[in-house]
């Protein structure tokens, strides 16, 4: 499977943005899907993940009530709605495929989508 990711911008504190990923050359519904972040200097970090029928959600505490993951696997793109956006938010973001029912070892990756926060 390929992945492309799009979606990010600039955006002002406390504002919205909503990321896709787009996959392609697989059957998108055997993979589950997670979205990372990485700012210069740091290690990339999981933001949120998706099991492949959707059903199952996992976020890490700083995303929480703010962003939600989710699936379409009749367009074969997976989504990050990130509300509340903070300064502290800006990253690259990449989306990635771990084949399986649940999140494991994600072995494939997309490009990278720059959100950039301003106070």
């Known amino acids: 499977v390929q992945l492309q990711a799009s979606g990010g911008g600039l955006v002002q504190a406390g504002g919205s943005l909503r990321l896709s990923c787009a996959a392609s050359g697989r059957t998108f519904s055997v993979y589950s899907m997670g979205w990372f972040r990485q700012t210069p200097g740091k290690e990339r970090e999981s933001v949120a993940a998706?099991?492949?029928?959707?059903?199952?959600?996992y976020y890490a505490d700083f995303v929480k009530g703010r962003f939600t993951i989710s699936r379409d696997n009749a367009k074969d793109t997976v989504y990050l709605q990130m509300n509340i956006l903070k300064p502290e938010d800006t990253a690259v973001y990449y989306c990635?495929?771990?084949?399986?029912?649940?999140?494991?070892?994600?072995?494939?990756w997309g490009q990278g989508t720059l959100v950039t926060v301003s106070s």
């Open positions: 998706i099991s492949w029928s959707g059903r199952n959600t």
């Open positions: 990635a495929a771990s084949r399986g029912a649940t999140p494991g070892v994600y072995d494939v």
